[in-house]
């Protein structure tokens, strides 16, 4: 058994936490919406044809924001193909995923579908085939009152009032040669300059995020960020961040420690950011979008062997084990300790698509990587609090000095609880660990994550990992080897 200290004090204050950081995302993508929000004709569908399973899964998750509706998918969406009756609406190619998309489901039924499910929407715009024009017709058609030719036809659609959609994304990874209408950053941020000011001069409340590099590796990282922001920085509130994380070496160790990389990736977008303030001599701070963010790998071989055009194709399904919890649980915590400057982030995605919920005809069931990001979301609203932690280090094969330990907390002024959220990343070692508090706390519960062996997965079947928990004790706390952990108290 390992030792270790951790001392937490209610001043070590990191920001108030953006409720947006737990946010989603679902894309017109595999099983996302068909046969995943969307089923009618399923024994739970709704009298608008969506699940009331995953309904219910979702609202547990409490997701405050939904980014949609992509993702590759929207760089070449017409928006307009998705308002209006369903039976004039197009067939239409999409060049992004090689599928065909019917159009069944467009913003008119997904801004129902958030209703139901107690959120609001991320609207991303269509800057890869289209550009600023179309992109303001969306914005009058979603959100200008009336006595217009797009907002009298919301009305005639059905939707007298308007949308109020108050986060938009202008684009997405436009840095990506895979993306239709791939733009160099210059490119784009002329474009993305040019579609926020319409946008603004339209409604002056949205918020607006540009597109960052699509991830850490990208080999224009860096000098895009710059240009983008040289250009648009006056006119947009965010800029985004993606990234995914691969086991694909089976290397645990290192595999583990990935959220280090994430917290290099945000101080290093940060640190440009900033950098850009400073040359602008500007009060203005630009904060930080991480509105794709999850462990994605599983599912890549069998994606590849995908015929071309079908409809709703099981595809990028990954199934999640115990160790991909693990990590999700440690990105949270670094999404949490980044909370100053990251506002928004959407685990990506929501539904069958790399997602924490997955559906079959029969049933929805919580994957593994549900729970660590149940329990942030639950108990993770307020402040957030640096967390001292005294611990053994391993180095991996990509990570020198991992500390086993990796930890957030989270004050809760109006309920009166603090919780802290623990990860041990040691495959050997439980780690026996004294705490020290600034303030008076009382000990509730500890829900806990461990024993499981770490590929172990949930099924339509069988749900085997699942959290546990227990009285929490005064004293030292013993977390398991790998484990993820949540300490609950009231103060
Ligand atoms: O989330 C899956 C895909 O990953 C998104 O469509 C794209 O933005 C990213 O590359």
Known sequence: MKKAAVSISFRNEISEIDKRIYGSFIEHLGRAVYGGIYQPGNA??????????????????????????????????????GVGPKEERPVRLDLAWFTTETNEVGMQEFAKWLEKAGSEMMMAVNLGTRGPDEARALLEYANFPGGTYWSDLRKAHGKEKPYNIRTWCLGNEMDGPWQMGHKTAYEYARTATETAKLLKWIDPSVELVACGSSNFKMPTFGEWEHTVLREAYEHIDYISMHEYYSNGADDTPSFLAENIGM?????????????????????????????????WYHSKDHDEALEHWGRAPHRLEDVYNFEDAL???????TLLKNSDRVKIACL???VNVIAPIMTDDEKAWAQTIFYPFYHCSTYGRGTALRVDVICDTYDSRKYKNVPL?????????????????????SLDDD????????????????????????????TA???KVVPASKEL???????????????????
């Not at 969506?50 to 219910?56: A, L, M, P, Q, S």
């Not at 809760?412 to 990860?423: D, G, T």
């Not at 780690?431 to 949930?458: A, C, Q, R, W």
């Not at 004790?473 to 103060?491: C, H, I, T």
């Open 327 to 333: 990590l999700v649980g440690g990105l949270l915590i």
């Open 348 to 350: 990506a995605q929501l």
């Open 473 to 491: 004790k005064e004293g030292p706390v013993k977390f398991d080897k790998a484990s993820w952990n949540v300490l609950r108290y009231k103060f």
């Open 431 to 458: 780690v026996e660990t004294s705490l020290d508090f600034s303030e008076n706390v009382k000990p509730v519960e500890h829900i806990y994550m461990s024993g499981f062996g770490l590929k172990d997965v949930n």
């Open 263 to 295: 917290d290099r990736f945000i101080k290093a977008v940060v640190a440009i950011c900033d950098m850009v303030k400073a040359e602008k001599k500007t009060d203005k701070t630009i904060n930080i979008s991480f509105d794709e963010w999850n462990v």
């Open 461 to 463: 079947s069988e749900e």
């Open 44 to 81: 739970s569908a709704d009298e608008d044809g969506f699940r009331k399973d995953v309904i219910e899964l979702v609202k547990k998750l409490n997701v405050p924001i939904v980014r949609y509706p992509g993702g590759n998918f929207v760089s070449g969406y017409n928006w307009e193909d």
């Open 405 to 425: 330990l990796d930890a957030v907390a989270v004050r809760n002024e109006e309920k009166r609880e603090l919780a802290v959220f623990v990860l041990n990343r």
